[in-house]
């Protein structure tokens, strides 16, 4: 069934550290477009990672590609609504950054 | 197939309600009212649909949907949550000139990741009903886009809301792999028969921050206070009761049925979070002039209440989950409730929700105060109104596990007594101050008080009557 040369643990930890690239991202910027694309960065880590158990575990064989397909679907609304928020507070505010979004600070 | 569809109807009734909300509103535009009567026709079909189903186990979808008395019970306390919300949120909406036809589609949708949530029986259909349940979320809590501190709020949440489901993503990709199989009953199988390795505790770090976050647990909070105070106030009532109930039910389904056989690994770390987050919440409450924002972080407190109930069904101790339901259905009307007040006293834009604008208000408008008063008295968990049975089930049920949940069940009582003078403050404002200068303008209206009065209805008749509705809850837990 698997269709992916090699063994399973490469292909983990390339997700794992796409994974912590994207959250470093997300924690480091300060434009919410980037946090946007870093979060975007995680989905698809995960979605490697669903791929790659999907073809080297054989109780999982086929279920990997449906599993990245929900969630490319999932990111697809979630990228829709975030990106529409972004705009909405831009037209507000003049600014993407994030740091200036302090109104309600106490 | 045909079965399937049967089994699936009150899924489906919630979204072609939606989409039969919109297209009415593409008919007849800026009838304010047409859409809201569309959307709680829908909730009334999908409410009939969901108790005829009550008693069934026919499940969809290749078995990951099931249908029965645990999806009604959550089914129901979703269409009451939005029903109310649809009531309370028209005139105060009509009154800044935003529409009500996105608002009724919007939530519809989100019910239909409850229900969606309440049925899974795998992890690819839990994680996709959870964000079927939040992203409506975010687009509401941005509702009142011309507004800098809705959009702000909308951001926060919707950044930290995404980053969280992403974590919680990973999390579950990676015990789908290691457990080798979706089902949540069959990965609770595969954990008892011992496979431990590097990956489980990934998986196990993973799922319990993303969790955290999406309960709103300290040191996973920072977006609500935020989300909550910058929304529009009836849209805020949805968003503290909501997602939070579904939060619960994905709890419930990843920590309590699949991971059972790790409770042992995970328990302390849910009674640390439990108790930081009851006493944080109820302490900066403490310190807020502003009652939307103090309700906003007495709803982190009320997070660590459920959790209790939480850690209690994880040692083991099946009245936990009763409690939890229990406790979600009376905080969904007392809070919700709450918020419906403070929509009714937010009748003109710009109104604010200082304590201070609350004085008096007893011997002006005595009738909406004494309800108040019921909503505030049931949040602080004074008998005989629902918040008191709640909070006994959950602590009940807690010094029953023993071990480490006993010592949480002391916090939780202290934590309840912190919380009585924040809310009693509020009730004293309302009846033994002098009246507010510049008098505040209360709304009234059939709809809003259809909502308030539903609202009280549900926190009195659970605190009068608790025991059939915790009977009815676990039955639907024994099946």
């Known amino acids: ?106 | 197939m045909n079965n399937d569809l049967l089994t699936l109807a009150p899924l489906i009734t919630v979204v072609v309600g939606a989409i039969a909300v919109l297209v009415s509103d593409m008919i007849t535009p800026n009838r304010n009212h047409a859409p809201v009567a569309v959307a709680l026709a829908a909730l009334g079909a999908t409410a009939a649909l969901l108790i005829n189903q009550g008693g069934s186990s026919a499940s969809a979808l290749g078995g990951s949907y099931v249908a029965g008395p645990f999806v009604a019970f959550i089914g129901l306390l979703g269409i009451s949550i939005v029903a109310i919300t649809l009531l309370i949120a028209p005139a105060y909406l009509a009154a800044r000139k935003y529409p009500t036809a996105e608002l009724s589609a919007t939530l519809l949708f989100a019910l239909a990741g409850a229900i969606l949530l309440g049925a899974a029986t795998d992890l690819v259909t839990l994680f996709v009903g959870l964000e079927l349940m939040v992203i409506p979320g975010y687009v509401l809590a941005g509702y009142a886009k011309r507004d800098p501190l809705s959009t702000e709020g909308a951001v926060k949440y919707f950044l930290l809301g995404s980053f969280s489901s992403a974590i919680l993503l990973f999390g579950i990709v990676v015990l789908w792999g290691v457990a080798g199989t979706a089902s949540l009953s069959g990965i609770a199988t595969a954990l008892a028969s011992g496979k431990a390795n590097a990956g489980l505790a990934v998986a196990l770090a993973l799922i319990t921050t993303g969790s955290a976050f999406k309960i709103a647990a300290v040191p996973f909070h920072y977006w609500t206070p935020d989300a909550y105070q910058g929304s529009p106030t009836p849209i805020t009532g949805y968003l503290s009761v909501g997602p939070k109930v579904g939060a619960f039910v994905l709890l419930i389904k990843l920590f309590v049925i699949a991971l059972a056989p790790l409770a042992a690994l995970w328990i302390p770390v849910m009674v640390v979070l439990a108790a930081a987050t009851m006493t944080l919440g109820n302490l900066v409450a403490l310190t807020q002039s502003n009652v939307k924002r103090m309700l906003a972080y007495s709803s982190i407190a009320h997070t660590g209440y459920l959790m209790v109930g939480i850690v209690a069904a994880g040692a083991g101790e099946a009245a936990g989950i009763a409690g939890v339901l229990f406790y979600a259905a009376a905080y969904a009307f007392m809070n919700l409730g709450a918020f419906a007040f403070l929509t009714a006293l937010q009748g003109r834009p710009g109104a604010t929700t200082q304590l201070s604008d609350l004085a008096g208000l007893g011997r002006k408008h005595p009738r909406m105060a004494i309800l108040a008063a019921i909503f505030l008295l049931s949040l602080t968990g004074i008998p005989p109104t629902a918040g008191f049975f709640a909070k006994t089930y959950v602590i009940l049920a807690a010094v029953q596990a023993g071990g480490p949940a006993t010592i949480l069940a002391v916090i939780a009582v202290l934590n309840a007594a912190i919380a009585a003078f924040y809310y009693l403050r509020v009730i004293v404002y309302l009846f033994m101050r002098d009246p507010a200068e510049p008098a505040v303008q209360v709304a009234e209206g059939p709809m809003l008080r259809a909502g308030l009065l539903i609202a009280a209805i549900g926190t009195v008749a659970l605190g009068l009557a608790p025991t059939p509705i915790i009977e009815a809850v676990i039955q639907a837990l024994a099946k």
């Open chain 1, 1 to 106: 069934m698997s269709q992916i040369a090699g063994h399973l643990e490469p292909y983990l930890v390339l997700s794992g550290m796409l994974f912590a690239i994207g959250s470093f991202g997300f924690l480091a910027r300060r434009n919410a477009i980037s946090m946007l694309m870093s979060i975007e960065l995680m989905l698809n880590a995960v979605n490697l990672a669903a791929l790659a158990f999907g073809a080297f575990i054989p109780s999982l064989a086929g279920q990997g590609a449906a599993f990245a397909l929900l969630i490319i679907a999932v990111a697809a609304a979630e990228a829709t609504v975030g990106l529409a928020i972004v705009i909405a507070i831009f037209r507000n505010r003049k600014t993407p950054l994030v740091d200036e979004y302090d109104t309600m600070r106490q």
